[in-house]
């Protein structure tokens, strides 16, 4: 292989697209900074990506684009190729990022055997199926599917394969980490007097952010039982709610909080809230109780203990290293070796209930 016995000297990593899933390769990404210390490490990733990543120092230079239309792989391709990598070691599981880098000129091309992408890797890792992993080869149900693997697991095992390529031992995989710039904690604050959030709550850590929101409608837990959390911890815990969710969510926001009146909860998109200012909104936050999105990852990152709420996704797929995190799954009763991908009815977020919940959260505001 390209890759076989030889230390690089420059190394691009092709980070995941969604904000969750860079939070949770951030185990990954430290072990290939602390193991290849004399290695130029680029990173190449979509906008909003790179303001999740601010301040932190896995990487010597960060190239920010998107692949647009026929020819936004050449495109993408052109900015990279002027520094020369040796080798891409690619997150990503798409036929565009495996393009982008093979035009791109860069000889060795690691990732995983998925997407039809095969002739485009140099160094493939196969995809871990059901068929082959225990529990869920004992279900008849999709044996060849992708078996639910934890997104940090899949992410360090790619790069540990990376490393015994180089002649590098791995070390083993550590906690989640993100940074929060002086920059980023300016924003949060001028963002809190924005929204009217009293300051001593935020000196004190009297913060619980609520995240009703979720790629797809049916991970989103019912507003009103959100609201009704947003009421209990105000009333019983003195803690301020914070309702936050993504420009394309502040309808979902804004009914969380007039169904939380008279609680004085305050939307955070209304007020301007941006990837890189949630990172200090948390930071300053006592809780969080969310479903399962990209900001819970934040959360754990930073040490903030949080309560989440899965369905239909199956919880393994993103299980992350963090104690103070309680899981509340839909279907406590599915067998095992079931995905709960596959059984979306049985597995509905509503099937829920409120009082577990409140009673999760109450729980780690006592730890």
């Known amino acids: 292989m390209p890759s076989s016995h030889f230390k690089p000297t420059r190394l691009l990593v092709v980070m995941p697209n969604w904000v969750g899933d860079a939070v949770m390769a951030t185990p990954a990404l430290r072990v290939l900074r602390e193991l290849l210390p004399a290695c130029f490490i680029g990173a190449l990733m979509r906008p909003g990506i790179d303001e999740v990543m601010a301040g932190s120092r896995f990487f010597d230079e960060t190239h920010v684009a998107r692949s647009v239309g026929v020819m936004g792989p050449k495109r993408v391709a052109a900015k990279i190729r002027p520094r020369r990598y040796e080798h891409a070691l690619l997150f990503t599981g798409s036929f565009s990022t495996a393009l982008i880098t093979r035009v791109a000129g860069v000889s060795s091309r690691i990732g995983y055997d998925r997407d039809g992408r095969t002739f485009l890797l140099t160094d493939r890792l196969d995809v871990p199926r059901r068929r082959d992993m225990h529990p869920y080869k004992r279900s008849s149900t999709d044996p060849a599917g992708y078996a639910p693997v934890p997104a940090c ?50 000196q004190n850590r009297r913060l619980v952010l609520i995240n009703p929101g979720g790629n797809r409608e049916e991970k989103r837990w019912p507003p009103e039982r959100f609201a009704q959390l947003a009421r209990r911890l105000h009333e019983r815990h003195g803690l301020m709610p914070l309702v936050n969710g993504s420009p394309r969510e502040e309808q979902l926001v804004e009914e969380v909080v007039r169904l939380a009146s008279p609680t004085p909860a305050a939307s955070l998109p209304r007020h301007g809230m941006t990837i890189a200012t949630l990172k200090a909104v948390v930071e300053r936050c006592r809780l969080m109780v969310t479903n399962d999105t990209g900001p819970r990852h934040i959360a754990a990152a930073l040490g903030v203990p949080v309560v989440t709420l899965f369905g239909p996704t199956d919880r393994r797929w993103t299980t992350i290293p963090f104690k103070d995190e309680i899981e509340l799954i839909a279907d406590p009763t599915l067998p095992e070796e079931e995905v709960a991908n596959d059984h979306p009815e049985r597995c509905r977020v509503d099937r829920i209930a409120f009082e577990p919940v409140a009673e999760a959260a109450e729980r780690l505001l006592k730890r």
Do not use: I, S
């Open 153 to 202: 697991e899949y992410y360090y095992d790619l790069a540990a394969h990376a490393l015994r390529r180089f002649g590098v031992r791995p070390t083993p995989m550590g906690p989640l980490e993100l940074v929060v710039t002086t920059e980023e904690r300016l924003a949060a604050r001028e963002l809190f007097d924005r929204a009217g959030v009293d300051p001593k709550a935020v």
